[in-house]
T-cell receptor, first 114, second 113 residues
Framework: AQSVTQLGSHVSVSEGALVLLRCNYSSSVPPYLFWYVQYPNQGLQLLLKYTSAATLVKGINGFEAEFKKSETSFHLTKPSAHMSDAAEYFCAVSFTGANSKLTFGKGITLSVRP | DVKVTQSSRYLVKRTGEKVFLECVQDMDHENMFWYRQDPGLGLRLIYFSYDVKMKEKGDIPEGYSVSREKKERFSLILESASTNQTSMYLC????????????FGPGTRLLVL
């Protein structure tokens, strides 16, 4: 069975600091990996996704993530946090044959301090 | 831009009432999904549909049913609402295929009293 682990429920950084949100997956077949963001009172929107092409994936708003098969990880990073990055972030996994079904992690809330 | 709309942003219902949540997408997507979102639990899949009149149970289908009579519309039905169904409900749609992006609606926050 596929699963996603997001350690911790809350991360707080200062404005301008590095953002690192961790995601580890478990999958018996090659995975497709996604990061979604949810701003307050909104639905989720895609930040970026890995679909077996380049292992370093760039997304919107300056975020990127690197697929590391040996570490079963897909951590999300941004070099310099902005106040507008405060939101909840979800990592999700899918795989061929899943008919587009996603398995989500529990989410991490990012706070950005002035 | 893809647009997924949900019939209500906020809903208050009484225990035992029948509740309909509707979702409409405008991108001719084959797949549609209903999730519930609870603090600390992330998103959990209730039901999904990969074609008109087709449905499959997700991880937590108990107490829910769905209907997809037209490609663009996917309804979630709570046959007899209970307090433990108080939650945020999110609808999503996508093209077929595991690498496809799911597009989400704004959510319906349901309170069952």
């Amino acid at each position: 069975a596929q699963s996603v682990t997001q350690l911790g429920s809350h991360v707080s950084v200062s404005e301008g600091a590095l953002v690192l949100l961790r995601c580890n997956y478990s999958s018996s077949v090659p995975p497709y990996l996604f990061w979604y963001v949810q701003y307050p009172n909104q639905g989720l929107q895609l930040l970026l996704k890995y679909t077996s092409a380049a292992t370093l994936v760039k997304g919107i708003n300056g975020f990127e993530a690197e697929f590391k098969k040996s570490e079963t990880s897909f951590h999300l990073t941004k070099p310099s946090a902005h106040m507008s990055d405060a939101a909840e972030y979800f990592c999700a996994v899918s795989f061929t044959g899943a008919n587009s079904k996603l398995t989500f992690g529990k989410g991490i809330t990012l706070s950005v301090r002035p | 831009d893809v647009k997924v709309t949900q019939s209500s942003r906020y809903l208050v219902k009484r225990t035992g009432e029948k509740v309909f949540l509707e979702c409409v997408q405008d991108m001719d997507h084959e797949n549609m999904f209903w999730y519930r979102q609870d603090p600390g639990l992330g998103l959990r899949l209730i039901y999904f549909s990969y074609d008109v009149k087709m449905k499959e149970k997700g991880d937590i289908p108990e107490g829910y049913s769905v209907s997809r009579e037209k490609k663009e519309r996917f309804s979630l039905i709570l046959e007899s609402a209970s307090t433990n169904q108080t939650s945020m409900y999110l609808c999503a749609s996508s093209f077929g295929g595991a690498r496809e992006t799911q597009y989400f609606g704004p959510g319906t926050r349901l309170l069952v009293l």
